[in-house]
């Protein structure tokens, strides 16, 4: 049962094959005897998701179901949920339970979908390996000394082991991306604007932004059905009218113009990666897309632009954690000033503080035009590099990340190394741009993504070009050993 | 030496918008602490802001009286610090791309004189809420109130352009009387609906170069600043006429104990690190909505003042008076409508009526005295029914609630002698009755001789009970003293 799409689920749950009870006793029973090992979910929400089963059963009978009606699903913890303890991964939010639903987790509830629980996540989402999450961190599936990748490493992991058929997750960097190609999945980051931002724990306001992961870019269109909408509680959100992402799944992909960016096939990339993604590559050619060689010649610019930009707004964000209203506050406080320090201090772990302490240091006085002001510049070359790209060519590929999954600890005490992970996906989210990850091969018995950058709202034809390679090939279908397919 | 004092003030305006500027909380003054604040202004995690529109009405609008500037695209910054009363860690308020340029505001001095204060600049911002520290609150800790956090504000920033208090303070009333006709803000100083930082220096009379400021902040009265002003200019000359150094400093004056001290030098300032707000796209008009604005703008204060002069024959100063607050204009038209006599009616509304309001700080909305009652007055002494000293009797009666004029006259019987027969018998019988008083004046210097009247006039009004037309009785008495000659 498991081993179903959502595509299969749905069907399966309205010709009453099975009941969204029975699929959801059976997701979470997964949780509970396999997720020990992984650790991607850490709240589980099972009299909640009963409940909203047996709702869903009755709507499903009543035959006033909506699309997702009755289907389980885990929801990133970055997003808030009325009721129930989002965390964010961390320790300062541990205690929080937030009185409100994000936009995102209201849409699914309103699209009948069943909440297993929450996944496991980097803390704050700042980070490329899981290994940043105040629970602990989340293992590959695939190969349980390795990472998921990050900053959705929970999400990503769960999927793989087929403990839900679909989640949520956000992606500032290449959070969704990365984890999906290290998990072996498909997972998509929409354009800047088309998910809301409410109630999404914010991590770095104007590159985060919300999307869906599963296994099958047909799933991924499924889910982005129900989380895509304009929402006035959100002033970066685009009013748009949201398509329906599954009717052009078919379309042929005749004339496609595929542009090949060489500067994602340069030094740092692995061999076995590069093969995987250059077969597949040639797969497209085979379904009658068209390579043409691009070129983005900002691309190096992008990691260090990323990481002045992020962080200065993520030292922002992260003010509002201050022991007064909510959250962790430390024990005792002498004076207000004690209050600050050691509750920032013991709530945030390290990657969080460093990234505070390097956003602080961008915005000071005397700096902020050197950092702030020159990777804004930045920003707009690389906006650039892709407006000119689009003129060419109708879709972007390449690696999702420089290679499959490495072993924990292996990054973790250089940093530098550990941004470099981001280096094929963080444009994207600087241009504001689309872009998502499909399995497309294996190294050493590791998933491999193949990366697919769209223009604005283009989400339809991306997911088009993924679905099209999803019918000629099988990576999405492979199954970590262990998890029985 | 001669000094000359140069001070600039910033005001900070709250705007009378029902909600908040980003949040849809109420703004409303006075409620149950922490009651008026919702998961926005909380600066709970996820939630995000929303400007509300009426907010940038009111500040255009601002603009368009004082001829500013309009920043068609202005921009909303975070300026980051921590406090308590702070809920996100930093402020959101504008700096680079204000909403409001350089305009120019007009005061009238007491002399007549007429003087153009520049703006530099107003932009729109956030209110912090309300620390409550020992004394009040409870002892050993201190509260935070989080109702005011949100509230709309315009910051005006003027040019150092005045010289002294009384600039100042004429500005700060020309401030207040614009915002007031706007209806963009109530006026309501006690609940700090307008605050001012003052910036004073001083320097050698004829030097161009500005000396060394320092800034006292949050005075909530003319009166304060006019105080903190003078303190402040004898501070500052008698330190450098003992040869010290001025230290460019923020102050706080206490208007209770009138006394002021150093809050923090510039040493201690923040660094603020400002950057546009993630969150929050840049605000765009249109010239198209500017204008439908400016079209509907109230009658501003220096329009009304020229139209009450024109229509009414005031004089200047009454004209300035009674224009200056847009609730006591239309109060002396409503009034002069009904009694026909705006000279009387001017010297009522700005005389009695505002000291009595004043004493018993309540606003001229909430006045006991209706523009009608007072108008009912003003005819019974235009009249001569009553005399000067009986209409503030019946203005006393009016004001407890006992009716109309002329049901207090009828009831206190308070009608006034003008009957020239009876007053005349009155007048004989007090002369025949005080011989020395007589004697006394005949023996009196002829210029001196005024100065004695007084003397019967008090026992004439006696002998009447107070009904004597008093105008009428000097005039009989001048008669027959000189009769008696």
Same mark, same amino acid.
């Not at chain 2, 460019?248 to 040493?267: C, F, H, I, P």
């Not at chain 2, 006394?440 to 001789?449: F, Q």
């Given at each position: 049962m498991h081993n179903f799409t959502i595509t299969e689920l749905i069907d399966g749950l /309205? /010709?009453? @094959?099975?009941?969204s009870e029975e699929i959801t006793q059976h997701f979470l029973a997964r949780i509970k005897n396999l997720d020990s090992e992984f650790n991607s979910v850490i709240t589980l929400t099972e009299d909640q998701a009963l409940e909203s089963a047996k709702l869903a059963d009755q709507l499903l009978a009543e035959g006033s179901a909506s699309e997702l009606c009755g289907v389980p699903v885990l929801h990133k913890d970055i997003f808030c949920t009325q009721g129930v303890r989002t965390s964010c991964g961390s320790k300062m939010l541990d205690n929080f339970v937030p009185p409100y639903d994000a936009t995102v987790i209201e849409n699914f509830r309103n699209n009948g979908a069943v909440m297993l629980g929450k996944t496991n996540m980097d803390e704050f989402a700042m980070g490329s390996s899981n290994e940043t999450s105040f629970y602990g961190p989340v293992k590959n599936p695939w190969s349980t000394d390795s990472v998921p990748g990050g900053s959705s490493g929970g999400s990503a992991a769960a999927i793989a082991a087929r403990l839900a058929p679909g989640a949520t997750a956000t992606d500032t960097g290449g959070s %969704?991306? !990365?984890?999906?190609? +290290?998990?072996? %999945?498909?997972? +998509?980051k929409?354009?800047?604007?088309? @998910?809301?931002?409410?109630?999404? %724990?914010?991590?770095?306001?104007? +590159?985060? !932004?919300?999307?869906p992961m599963a296994r099958t870019a047909e799933d991924c269109a499924l889910l982005l059905n129900c989380m895509a909408s304009y929402d006035d509680k959100d002033s970066t959100c685009i009013d748009r009218p949201v398509p329906n992402y599954s009717v052009n799944l078919g379309d042929s992909l005749k004339g496609l113009r595929i542009g090949i960016p060489k500067e994602y096939f340069s030094e740092g990339l692995n061999a076995g990666t590069e093969q995987a993604v250059r077969d597949s590559l040639a797969e497209y050619e085979k379904l009658g897309a068209e390579l043409v060689d691009i070129s983005l010649p900002n691309t190096g610019l992008s990691v260090p632009a990323y990481y002045v930009i992020a962080p200065a707004e993520a030292s922002a964000n992260l003010s509002r954690f201050d022991g007064v209203r909510y959250g962790h506050r430390c024990e005792d406080p002498k004076d207000l000033e004690d209050l600050y320090r050691r509750t920032r201090a013991e709530g945030f772990g390290d990657e969080v503080q460093r990234r505070i302490l390097i956003g602080t240091y961008c915005l000071s006085a005397g700096y902020y035009d050197a950092y702030y002001g020159k990777a804004q510049q930045v920003r707009q070359l690389i906006r650039q590099d892709f407006t000119q790209a689009f003129e060419k060519v109708d879709l972007i590929m390449g690696p999702t990340c420089p290679s499959p999954a490495f072993k924990f600890?292996? /990054?973790g005490n250089d940093p530098v190394a550990m941004y470099l992970e981001d280096i094929y996906t963080i444009s994207t989210n600087l241009a504001g741009l689309p872009g998502m990850s499909l399995p497309c091969g294996m190294v050493d018995n590791k998933p491999v993504g193949l990366q697919i950058i769209g223009n604005y709202f283009d989400e339809a034809r991306m997911l088009n070009a993924a679905h099209q390679f999803q019918q000629v090939t099988d990576w999405h279908q492979l199954a970590p050993a262990g998890i029985e397919s | 030496m001669n000094w000359e004092t140069v001070i600039g003030l910033e005001v900070h305006v709250q705007l009378a918008t029902k909600t908040k500027i980003f949040s849809a909380a109420s703004t409303a003054f006075g409620a149950a602490p922490n009651t008026q604040a919702c998961e926005i202004d909380l600066a709970m995690p996820g939630t995000l802001p929303v400007v509300n529109k009426q907010a940038i009405d009111y500040a255009v609008m601002f603009g368009l009286a004082i001829d500013a500037e309009i920043g068609k695209t202005s921009v909303f910054e975070r300026k980051n610090y921590f406090y308590p009363d702070l809920p996100k860690g930093y402020q959101t308020t504008q700096l680079e791309k204000p909403i409001v340029g350089p305009g120019i505001v007009e005061i009238q001095l007491g002399n007549g004189d007429t003087k153009s204060i520049r703006i530099h600049h107003a932009h729109l911002e956030e209110d912090a809420g309300k620390s409550l520290h020992e004394g009040n609150f409870r002892s050993g800790v201190s509260g935070i109130d989080l109702n005011r956090a949100g509230t709309p504000l315009i910051e005006i920033v003027s040019e150092p352009d005045m010289r002294n208090a009384e600039d100042a303070v004429a500005f700060a009333k020309k401030l207040h009387s614009i915002v007031t006709s706007l209806g963009i803000c109530d006026g309501e100083m006690s609940q700090g609906s307008m605050r001012f930082d003052v910036n004073i220096s001083v320097r050698p009379q004829g030097e161009t170069k500005l000396g060394t400021r320092t800034e006292t902040k949050n005075l909530n009265s003319f009166k304060f600043m006019e105080d903190a002003i003078h303190l402040e200019v004898a501070r500052q000359i008698d330190l450098l006429e003992d040869g010290g150094e001025i230290?460019?400093? =923020?102050?706080?004056?206490? &208007?209770? =104990?009138?006394?002021?001290?150093?809050?923090?030098?510039?040493?201690?300032?923040n660094d603020y690190r400002y950057f546009p707000c993630p969150d929050l796209l840049p605000v765009v008009i249109s010239d198209e909505h500017v204008e439908k604005l400016r079209k509907n703008l109230p009658e501003l204060p220096d329009a009304r003042q020229q139209r009450f002069m024109d229509e009414y024959d005031l004089s200047q100063y009454d004209a300035n008076v009674l224009s200056a607050d847009a609730s006591m204009g239309s109060y002396f038209e409503q009034a002069t409508k009904h009694s026909g006599n705006a000279k009387l009616t001017a010297n009522w509304v700005a005389g009695e009526l505002s000291a009595r309001l004043n004493a018993e700080t309540i606003s001229l909305d909430q006045s006991p005295v209706t523009a009608e009652q007072l108008a009912g007055l003003i005819i019974r002494i235009a009249d001569n029914t009553i005399s000067g000293k009986m209409a503030k009797q019946v203005f006393e009666g009016i004001w407890n609630g006992e009716g109309d004029a002329d049901q207090i006259i009828e009831k206190r019987g308070l009608k006034q002698v003008s009957d020239s027969g009876a007053l005349e018998a009155m007048v004989d019988e007090v002369l025949a009755n005080n011989q020395a008083?007589? #004697? #006394?004046?005949?023996? =009196? #210097?002829? #210029? *001196?001789?005024?100065? *004695?009247? $007084? &003397?019967f006039m008090g026992q004439i009004m006696k002998a009447?009970? $107070?009904?004597?037309?008093?105008?009428?009785?000097?005039?009989?008495?001048?008669?027959?003293?000189?009769?008696?000659?």
């Open positions: /309205k /010709k009453r @094959v099975f009941s %969704i991306r !990365q984890p999906a190609a +290290l998990c072996g %999945i498909t997972g +998509l929409p354009t800047y604007g088309r @998910v809301s931002r409410w109630g999404m %724990i914010a991590f770095a306001s104007s +590159l985060d !932004q919300g999307g600890g292996a /990054k | 230290i460019q400093e =923020t102050r706080l004056y206490n &208007g209770d =104990t009138k006394v002021a001290r150093s809050m923090r030098s510039k040493e201690e300032a008083m007589v #004697d #006394d004046y005949m023996n =009196t #210097d002829p #210029d *001196k001789r005024k100065k *004695k009247l $007084g &003397g009447s009970k $107070g009904q004597a037309n008093p105008q009428q009785v000097s005039q009989i008495l001048a008669q027959k003293l000189a009769k008696m000659l």
